[in-house]
């Protein structure tokens, strides 16, 4: 007999209401011909992000923190049935000691109010928040010229969706997504990066 082990969550983190997880953590790997300096630098330039996801339409640099720390706007488009999204995320940038580089998303409590009196969005937009996702660059030992490439994310992507069947359209959705985006990715080094 198969038995679930309940995953615990660390002190201070997790859902507020663990009970009611409906959507899927997603994570995507896979080798890529690029070195993870140069990966890095890719996903740090917002003018090219169309490149590798087509989901996202709009994407906005608010303001920077310090070197490292910025926090983005983002917008999708219509994804099959659902309304356009909007999101607001810290993004962090780091490099490790062994030459490891991460980008890392965390959901930001960002109205826009100010952008959306100034006319800059409007509200066809429905609020999701990316409450976790990142880019880990692993070097590949031996290969300098090559990353092993994760993609991590984790979404509520709001509005009506917020519910048990809007979960299980999502969950589809997102379950080819990291398949795709290293599909993507490795286009987009074949084209030059």
Do not use: C, Q
């Given at each position: 007999k198969k038995t679930k082990k309940a995953f615990k969550?660390?002190?201070?983190?997790?859902?507020v209401e663990p009970d009611k997880i409906r959507f899927d953590a997603i994570m995507g790997t896979g080798l890529?011909?690029?070195s993870?300096?140069?990966?890095?630098?890719?996903?740090?330039?917002?003018?090219r992000v169309h490149e590798y996801n087509e989901f996202c339409v709009e994407l906005e640099d608010l303001g920077w923190l310090d070197s490292q720390?910025?926090?983005?706007?983002?917008?999708?488009?219509?994804?099959?049935?659902?309304?356009p999204r909007d999101?607001?995320?810290?993004?962090h940038f780091a490099k490790l000691p062994?030459?490891?580089?991460?980008v890392g998303n965390l959901a930001e409590d960002f109205h826009c109010t100010d952008q959306r009196e100034k006319g800059r969005y409007t509200d066809r937009y429905v609020r999701m928040e990316v409450l976790m996702g990142g880019s880990?660059?692993?070097?590949?030992p031996g290969n300098p010229h090559m990353t092993n490439y994760s993609g991590i994310s984790y979404s509520n992507p709001g509005g009506?969706?917020?519910?048990?069947?809007?979960?299980?359209?999502?969950n589809n959705i997102a379950a080819r997504a990291p398949i795709e985006l290293v599909e993507k990715l490795r286009k987009c080094v074949k084209k030059g990066i």
């Open positions: 969550w660390p002190h201070g983190g997790g859902p890529i011909n690029a993870p300096k140069d990966l890095f630098e890719f996903f740090k330039d917002v003018s720390t910025k926090i983005s706007w983002s917008a999708t488009n219509y994804l099959g049935p659902l309304s999101f607001v995320t810290r993004v062994d030459g490891t580089h991460i880990i660059f692993r070097p590949v009506m969706i917020d519910s048990a069947i809007g979960a299980f359209v999502v």
